[in-house]
């Protein structure tokens, strides 16, 4: 089933063209959580009177390109505030019950009828607690009485109070499942560290059980990433290999609970969650590799420098990104982890035939967004496969 697994998505460009690449059929075989964000910001000599500053549009556009018929799809939006813009402000306002999120979503669904939303919570400095209850039930009644699915999603590390919410909600979401429509908790744990799946495990049994005594009738989603900002923090500077330690996590929370609730498995695709839009320069040249939907290796290469002299000046020149990007797919292509990885040989993936591609010097991009999202493509597919097994 679709919801057995879940991919949170942030609007990036790395995200948007791993899931852009994805192919078709398989797009169907998991529900996409995609976090809306602010999208790239206009150069100033197109933006004219009246415009905004970031291309929310673009944002628009890909949700209708990327929906298929059949998938399993929920909008969110971002509540990172570099990540945020006026337009985004103003969809997650609580005024008027919600009134801009709901028109959104509700707008959303007809080019895209199988969309849902999740649930937004922004409640106003100083506002009472009667008016902030009062604006989260009008806007699950407006929800809930256009679509088959809400969701809730508590980031655990900032959402402390998530529990008096649904003992708010609690009545109404058993007469909405009851009523054959599903609604699903999202506890999103954002980063894991590597070997930390065990401690992590104990608490969030106890969250979700806490939760499934609240909503006994709500799927329970468990999301988390474990992929570093830098991968030379738990590997070596020129290669690694280094466990999804969201998948153990996962597997140890669902087995603590295993007689108490099944829960789906969510991860947020490889990406980790604190998006960096800086430009990287002078970066190393690295192509990742997930494999066997439970590791990933990688290798990665320090460009050349050259000091050249003319008409007696010295410069340094460095090798181009180009060459080091066909060296390490390479590496990959020949490692014995990735010939003997089943998924290594599927030439219809697009991830797959980007390495194979390079590895024979036709290089599809040079840039370390263009390998994250041919990293993320690979990731969702191995966690298909797993998850199919």
């Not at 899931?19 to 996409?32: A, C, G, H, M, S």
């Not at 070596?236 to 609730?261: M, W």
């Amino acid at each position: 089933m679709a919801d057995d697994y879940f991919v949170l998505a942030r609007t990036g460009q790395s995200e948007m063209r791993a899931l852009r690449n994805l192919k078709k059929e398989d797009r169907v075989k998991f529900t996409t959580l995609l976090e809306l964000t602010r999208g790239r910001k206009r150069a100033s000599k197109h933006i004219k009177d009246g415009d905004e500053i970031y291309n929310f549009s673009a944002i628009q556009d890909f949700l209708h390109d990327y929906y298929v018929e059949g998938m399993m799809m929920f909008v969110d939006l971002t509540r990172d505030q570099d990540l945020s813009s006026p337009r985004i402000d103003a969809l997650a306002s609580s005024s008027d019950g919600y009134a801009e999120w709901i028109s959104f979503v509700n707008g959303v669904k007809e080019k895209c009828p199988g969309i849902c939303p999740v649930i937004q919570v922004s409640p106003e400095d100083g506002e009472s607690w009667d008016s902030y209850g009062e604006k989260i039930l009008e806007q699950f009644e407006a929800l809930s009485s256009n679509f088959p699915a809400l969701a809730y999603r508590v980031r655990k590390n900032i959402d402390d109070s998530f529990d008096a919410d649904l003992e708010l909600l609690s009545s109404r979401i058993r007469r909405y499942t009851d009523s054959g429509f599903k609604f699903y908790f999202i506890l999103d744990y954002e980063y894991i560290r590597v070997n930390t799946a065990e401690l992590h495990s104990l608490e969030a049994a106890s969250i979700i059980q806490v939760v499934n005594e609240i909503c006994p009738t709500a799927d329970i989603v468990l999301a988390a990433t474990s992929f570093p900002s830098s991968v030379t923090d738990i590997g070596n500077e020129d290669r690694g290999d280094f466990p999804i330690e969201e998948v153990k996590f996962f597997e140890l929370v669902a087995n603590r609970l295993s007689n108490i609730v099944k829960i789906h498995y969510g991860d947020y695709g490889s990406i980790h969650p604190i998006r960096n839009d800086a430009v990287a320069r002078g970066w190393r040249p690295r192509i990742d590799y997930p494999y066997a939907g439970r590791k990933v290796f990688y290798f990665r290469e320090k460009r050349e420098a050259k000091t050249i002299e003319a008409n007696g000046s010295k410069s340094v020149v460095y090798s181009d990104y180009i060459s080091h990007y066909c060296s390490v797919a390479r590496k990959i292509y020949t490692d014995q982890r990735f010939l003997n990885d089943q998924h290594s040989s599927d030439i219809t993936s697009w991830g797959i035939s980007e390495i194979a591609n390079a590895a024979e010097n036709r290089v599809g991009g040079s840039t370390p967004s263009y390998w994250i999202s041919v990293r993320m493509c690979i990731h969702i597919e191995q966690q298909l496969l797993r998850l199919s097994a």
